[in-house]
């Protein structure tokens, strides 16, 4: 009995071992070479929206010296252009002093643009059209989303925003909470893009205080339907300074979130995002047949932009 026992406990052990190395496993995603694909001499780029621009790319990134939000383009999603500011401050309005974290989608030939607003310790979300992607006006002087709720403290940001076809409404996850990183992430509806409803059972996910690598808060994510499922990519952070990248799937988008077993799926390494990996933006490349994650890394005071590739269509290795 006594031998059965320690097998027991040799077994149990075992399995331990395997569950932990299994939680750092990122072997599934892996770092370009030639990352930082952007920043130097250009400072602070972070906090990224990418899009598929009939096989080439648009990057839509947050500009912190200029306090804007600016446009590259690529053929390779490594190589970019000068960057050109799109939305910048806005002196008329007291709450957009700042302009960072965009998401853009196109639709009914026009590219949207939910993007955050900085001033006074405060965030929060404004909306605006172009018909080219360059030339933006904004929809309203007033933001379309502010903190409202007790959770939301002072900041609401980091927009990720579809468009259901089925129900004719965009669907909005945001962040909410603290200023300097917000705690956790929520949920708005809207049939205009500028009248938001916000899900009765706010916050829609929150830190695992389980997992050490995202204890602290889950913030800035993207989500994307793919095999019927809601992917959610986000970022989680262990504490204020330390951050990585996650995965997370739903159903329907909003309830029953599941994380994947192995993560976190970017971490970071020595070198230039040695001390974070924040913010990713993903897209599946159909021509190669891999998915290509851009994200900013962070090492001290120095934030830039990298890429990772995952190879085939598949983004869960668990159950």
Not at 9 to 20: E, G, N, P, Q, Y
Not at 90 to 96: A, G, L, Y
Not at 152 to 173: G, I, N, T
Not at 224 to 229: E, L
Request: hydrophobic share 35%; net charge neutral; with cysteine.
């Amino acid at each position: 009995m006594r031998e059965l026992s320690y097998c027991a406990v040799f077994f149990i052990l075992a399995t331990l071992a395997c569950a932990r190395a299994a939680k750092s496993d990122t072997s599934l995603w892996t770092k370009r070479p030639e990352s930082p694909v952007l920043g130097g001499s250009l400072g602070t780029c972070f906090d990224i929206c990418v899009l598929d621009d009939d096989g080439a790319y648009r990057m839509y990134f947050s500009w912190r010296p200029k306090k804007s939000v600016a446009l590259v383009t690529s053929d390779d999603g490594i190589h970019w252009s000068p960057p050109a500011i799109v939305l910048g401050p806005n002196p008329k309005t007291d709450w957009e002093s700042d302009i960072n974290r965009p998401i853009v989608l196109r639709r009914d030939g026009l590219w949207r643009m939910w993007y955050t607003g900085q001033s006074h310790g405060h965030s929060r979300i404004g909306y605006a059209t172009s018909p080219d992607g360059r030339h933006w006006t904004r929809r309203s002087e007033k933001p379309v989303l502010a903190p409202q709720a007790e959770w939301e403290k002072v900041a609401v940001m980091c927009p990720h925003v579809l468009f259901d076809e089925p129900s004719k409404q965009y669907r909005m996850w945001y962040s909410a909470g603290d200023q300097y990183e917000p705690d956790a992430i929520g949920y708005a509806t809207s049939t205009d893009g500028l009248h938001w409803t916000r899900n009765s059972a706010n916050p829609i996910f929150k830190a695992d205080p389980i997992d050490a690598w995202e204890r602290h808060k889950v913030t800035a994510c993207q989500v994307i339907p793919h095999d019927g499922w809601f992917y959610m990519f986000y970022i989680g952070f262990a504490d204020e300074n330390h951050a990585r990248i996650g995965l997370a799937r739903s159903r329907d988008g909003v309830t029953a979130w599941q994380r994947l077993p192995t993560n976190p799926i970017i971490s970071p390494t020595p070198g230039w995002d040695a001390d974070a990996c924040y913010k990713p933006s993903a897209l599946f490349d159909r021509k190669s047949e891999r998915w290509l994650l851009w994200y900013n890394g962070r090492r001290g005071g120095v934030e830039q932009i990298g890429l990772a590739e995952h190879a085939g269509a598949e983004l869960w290795n668990g159950p």
